[in-house]
């Protein structure tokens, strides 16, 4: 069971990706008009005394805070797509069970992750702020570093060690 964890993991990511995209294609309304009232409780945009100059900062964080939502559906499915890839090849390595578990683990755990950081950027982002909701969910950008050395993990031991191969007869 130890070893199928990662690739539910991998899986899930892939799930959340295609699943925000279902809610796009659904009610795309819903999540824009949520960015739209939390831009209007934006205190530093509410400030903002032009009219003019205020409604094209409304605009321009409406788009920005839409992107955040478009990027976790991008990268939940493309990094969700290349974990399972990764952990597929990486349980044919040689090498000691610890170093796959230990690759495997870190390229599922941080391709999982990683996405969020861009989600809950545009859940919050257009109340906080765009770069304070970044620094507020920094953690799970930092998963990104996590499934990266855990791909380079895997590059080591398919390189230090064998691939681990099967006689395939013609029957």
Not at 116 to 140: C, S, Y
């Amino acid at each position: 069971m130890i070893q199928k964890i990662p690739y539910a993991l991998a899986v899930l990511g892939m799930i959340g990706g295609v699943f925000i995209a279902i809610i796009f294609g659904v009610n795309e309304d819903f999540i824009k008009n949520k960015i739209s009232s939390g831009l209007e409780e934006n205190a530093s945009i509410m400030s903002i005394e032009d009219t003019a100059q205020k409604e094209s900062k409304l605009k321009s964080e409406a788009d920005k805070n839409w992107r955040y939502y478009q990027r976790y559906h991008f990268h939940a499915t493309a990094i969700g797509a290349m974990s399972l890839s990764a952990l597929i090849l990486v349980a044919f390595s040689g090498a000691p069970t610890t170093l796959v578990r230990a690759s495997s683990y870190m390229i599922s755990i941080g391709g999982l992750l990683y996405p969020f950081v861009w989600l809950f950027a545009g859940i919050f982002g257009p109340r906080m702020g765009r770069h304070e909701a970044k620094e507020a969910f920094a953690i799970f950008g930092y998963m990104g570093g996590v499934f990266l050395v855990g791909l380079i993990l895997l590059l080591f031991l398919i390189v230090k060690y064998p691939l681990k191969t099967t006689n395939m007869q013609n029957s």
